[in-house]
């Protein structure tokens, strides 16, 4: 008999159904026994009164994975107003200790670190899986949003000859006898790609060797990479990013609606148009003085509040960050060069996205690492490309996990990545 | 007034419209210029006869970025039945030096290591850049498959503390002073994760530290990974990895529509029921002694012949591995337990997918790596995760460049990897 998913037990009353998944938890009463199913779907209730099958429920552990063939009956008073009667109750897989925390009560008691070293039980918890779920809806939101746009999926190299977005922060690697690094991102190869496709997208892991523990960093994590052509600057760039929050947001509420009601998460409004605010006028906002070259994140903090606010948005894009602080292949901003083409995207608060215009004459390229006193050579095969005809051009990448932490209001990205990498963690 | 795209031409016949691109090829005529613009959906002609703008052609460089804005008109001898007439001309990027090979001939004359050297001009060829749109539209259609049916997406960690897929081939990294390693496959974390989902995929880079220079093996490439709970056995994994196959060609179909017509590909049926043949019968099949312990790519071109003539199939399945061939998370065949419950998929004579169904008990582990000789410490976050209850299972992983290769016809993966990565090429 074809196995069946608790969600669509409503579906099957008075029919013998098939279920299959976890033992949640047992509760073992004096006539009757109540296992509650745990599957992809949710939970289900069983009712078990024949005694032998009772005595034997009474010798599982919690996490033991079970085939239940049944009746489906209905019952007010269980959850989704149904439950599974006469139940046979088989064993497909055994438990050789019990879990190391309580996965049935509605919050894992469980200090961080300790779901982390045991994370592949600790994920199996309801509000653990569930952030995992909004991040798999938001990138399908992601991918859909640029496809319909005409966007193609690129997968760029990660093991690379030199390191991308400055000396520091890099994993070295032994490539066949030569030094290599991870790569810190696919900036350069989805820029290269524009000449190719127009228009990339890219979901993929980046490195950074951070050297400090924090609670937004991570060693690794998933980029959600977008680069596009012919644009007029970086306005064009902004106004893509602003359909694609939408768009992953709209995932989300689609594909996770059960996920989010489990976290009792709402889904943001972006609006139509993102306020969007000077770099200037950002530090003047957020009480930083006018030379301040960079935002804090007590600015952003801010300016998170004032979005809220003064414009009743949960987003809020600075535009123009000063030449210095960004990487050198930024296009400046024709009319204050000081200043760039490149924005931030805080979302509630804290930094989400970078992006903006980038250079395209090859020119322009050189000048650029000339002025910063760089070599051009460890930038070669980059560089080169800009001597074949590139288009004005601009793009966007979006951290995952800081996106979903913030979406879902974790206070720690590492409580919405499954297996995260950090200073002080390589397993599981 | 908004760009639109070559492939959209027909629709504005007589309007005044915006097009950008780069510079595919002149025909530089007596009285007239003809102007053929590449762009992200394909070619347009366009006509120059105001002489100014003749003599400024003239001095351009093919791939120059451009903006044309023109009218449409209808010319049956021009393609798709259309052209741009009364061109103004605009620069949009300029070109430093000519490409390094010509792109406006039906196929790059140069040798695939100069085609690589300069991939971010190569790939501008539309025979070269219409293999990545199908490789792309081959993901698409992967990952709408698996959603449909309840797969979740996940990310797993790239750098691991120990190697999975055995000791060799593996690149090795220093992780804040700790010695680690680029993972060879998510397998393990995609099991694990069958504890959370039941059901999980993953599009992501994989790692092998290949000593031998083929035409198949890549240093890093796109593993397609795929790992299900509550199988019965291999066969319930066969019946998915089917339908993915077919998912796959259909999105290649639906959405790359143009990138086969223009490299002349025709998407092959998947039967519904792929023929499968055990080990011991590909042997014989294949000529090769009832000992030997593997098939030969030999045996596989040989076995892929036989599925086509007998059975009019592009697949083969090949089941019952024998265990010794197979790593150690793999489920024997429960009635002959010297061979697995292990498959390979042949698509036209090629190996591309390698699965089965693991192990799924903690004793189990233990043994399988005691038999080996193995110690269980390396692995022990993996095998400590099946204490805790995990359902049979079992999965795939399709190599995404083998596919796209085998299906475009290419004889070499890297004729279809952006920027691939071998034991001699760490660039561009």
Do not use: C
Not at 322 to 335: N, Q
């Amino acid at each position: 008999m074809q196995r069946i998913l608790s969600t669509t037990l409503p579906d099957h009353v008075g029919e013998t159904v098939t279920l299959a998944g976890w033992v949640h938890r047992r509760r073992l009463l004096k006539s009757v026994a109540f296992l509650i199913l745990r599957d992809a779907g949710g939970l289900a209730q069983v009712v078990v009164t024949e005694p032998h099958s009772r005595t034997w429920l009474a010798t599982l552990t919690e996490e033991t994975v079970v085939e239940v063939v049944g009746t489906v009956a209905a019952n007010p008073a269980a959850p989704a107003g149904v439950e599974v009667i006469e139940p046979t109750v088989r064993l497909l897989g055994e438990v050789a200790v019990p879990p190391p925390f309580d996965l049935y009560r509605p919050g894992l008691t469980a200090t961080l670190p300790t779901q982390l070293d045991h994370a592949p039980v600790a994920l199996r918890h309801p509000a653990r899986s569930a952030a995992l779920r909004i991040s798999a809806a938001a990138v399908a939101g992601f991918r859909s949003t640029l496809d319909a746009r005409g966007f193609v999926e690129i997968h760029t190299p990660k093991v690379v000859a030199s390191a991308t977005e400055s000396g520091a922060n890099v994993f070295a690697i032994d490539y066949f006898g030569t030094p290599a690094y991870l790569a810190q991102s696919p900036q350069f190869y989805k820029q290269l790609m524009v000449g190719v496709h127009e228009r990339v997208y890219e979901v993929g892991p980046v490195f950074r060797a951070e050297p400090h523990d924090t609670t937004r960093h991570l060693a690794q994590y998933t980029s959600l990479d977008v680069e596009l052509g012919f644009v007029t600057d970086h306005r064009d760039v902004m106004s893509v990013l602003r359909d694609v929050l939408a768009g992953m947001l709209a995932g989300v509420a689609d594909r996770a609606a059960v996920p989010l009601a489990t976290l009792g998460v709402e889904v943001p409004d972006v609006p139509a148009w993102i306020p969007a605010v000077h770099f200037t006028e950002a530090l003047a906002i957020a009480g930083a003085p006018p030379d301040e070259p960079d935002l804090a994140p007590a600015h952003e903090r801010t300016l998170g509040e004032w979005a809220r606010t003064e414009h009743g948005s949960d987003f809020l894009f600075v535009t123009g960050y000063p030449m210095a602080k960004r990487p050198f292949y930024t296009h400046p901003d024709p009319d204050r060069p000081a200043y760039s083409n490149g924005f931030d995207l805080l979302f509630r608060g804290v930094e989400l996205v970078t992006g903006g215009q980038r250079l395209h004459r090859y020119g322009d390229y050189l000048a650029a690492l000339a002025a910063r006193g760089e070599p051009v050579e460890p930038y070669a095969s980059y560089v080169e490309a800009f001597r074949h005809g590139m288009p004005p051009h601009g793009g966007f990448a979006i951290g995952l996990e800081r996106f979903v932490a913030r979406l879902v209001g974790a206070a720690n990205v590492r409580e919405v990545t499954a297996f995260p990498r950090d200073l002080h963690r390589l397993t599981p």
